[in-house]
């Protein structure tokens, strides 16, 4: 079987879905890449059709689709505005998978992804040293934002404004719980996520001080590892398998009500990357050809168990503890206002209760920005490879936050506030960046 045949034979499994595509265009309107370049192999119909005329055998290109696919923020903004239903981030991160697995991960993600993101504890010595280490090359920037930039001329920072990584990280002050359910009756588990853990570990004992206060037990085990979103969205299915088994090893359904977080992206990636990918992705799929290795061994019912627990932190507070909103805010309450996370947003439908979550402090005024929605431009490894055009993205944000005049920008999920933090500490901005969770964790300490 030639080369060509084989990977359309893998492609066959997108089929169906890019067939549902009528290419009306609508998803133009509302692609923040699309907004930027203007190039149509940007927007979602572009990729889709470049998916489509490669699996058709059209062209003989699979690099050249594989370099457009990989620009996009996986926003899912086409895919929620979609009058057809197509599922783009289906089709995206599938395609992505099929396409790795044909052409082989690039040397610096396999480096980056099976030799460092899939092994925890190294992951973690090799973060701890960046801790140790960064004050000799980096420099605080922006008090307010809590950004450094770096030092000397950096390759790898660039001109970036980044939020420091924590002196201790949260599984060092509190490596784990396990408290029976108080006055709510609930029992939670908590994952925590890499950003939490490392660079925002006063979110996390937040989290905990919250649940505390509302008699909520909390599971949480020891030796957690990444959600698996790095290595998904670079196609990597053999470390984005082992680290959802190792997950699935620690986290037993039976064991809670709820599994909580206070990341969007960790949240969306274990309620639907996990039951997307779970048991095959196509690559696995036909005979002959390559087997993708990474979910094999997967428990698809314990996924199941576990996606259906999964929930965001703010929708948790609001909809299972009552949190409401304070009557009013104070005089003299300092303006906030909330960028909607798209994997909250438009992946989860979770809108109203992280805005519930802010109001129920007193001290703060929410006022809404323009385009709250709009996405903030980071897109994970799309920062990394195409920070030009992502830090473009990310100015509209700023614009648009500034535009309120606020004191606090917040946002529920860790991966917007590092892209946020950067966009207003590179605007000389003195705007602070938090998750609705520390807000309404002020409330209880007040
Ligand atoms: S992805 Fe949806 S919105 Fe975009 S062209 Fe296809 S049908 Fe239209
Ligand atoms: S996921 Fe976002 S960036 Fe990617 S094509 Fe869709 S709207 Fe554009």
Redesign the pocket.
Known sequence: MSDMKRLALMLKELEEQLT????????QSVCPLFEETGREADV??GK?ALLDGLGREMFDDPAGVAERLNRCLLCGS?AA????G?R?LDIFIKARAILAGYMGLSPIKRAALRGMLAHPERFDRLVAWGSRFQKYFTRPVNDLVGTSCARFVSPLIGGRHFRPIAETPFHERTPALDTAAGASGLRVAFYVGCLLDKIFPEIAEDVVAVLNHHGVGIYMPEGQACCGIPALSSGDLKTFGALTRRNLERFDPGDFDYLVTACATCTSTIKEMWPLMAGRCGVDKVDGVDKADGVDGVDGGKISAIAAKAMDINQFLVSKLGVGAAPESSAGAAVVTYHDPCHLKKSLKVVAEPRIVIRANPECRLVEMPQSDWCCGLGGSFNLQYYQTSAAIGRRKRDNIRAVDPAVVATGCPACMLQISDALSRAGDRVAVRHPVQLYARTLRA
């Not at 549902?20 to 998803?27: A, L, Q, S, T």
């Open positions: 549902v595509c009528m290419k009306c265009g609508m998803c979602a119909r889709l086409c505005n979609c009058p057809s197509v783009v």
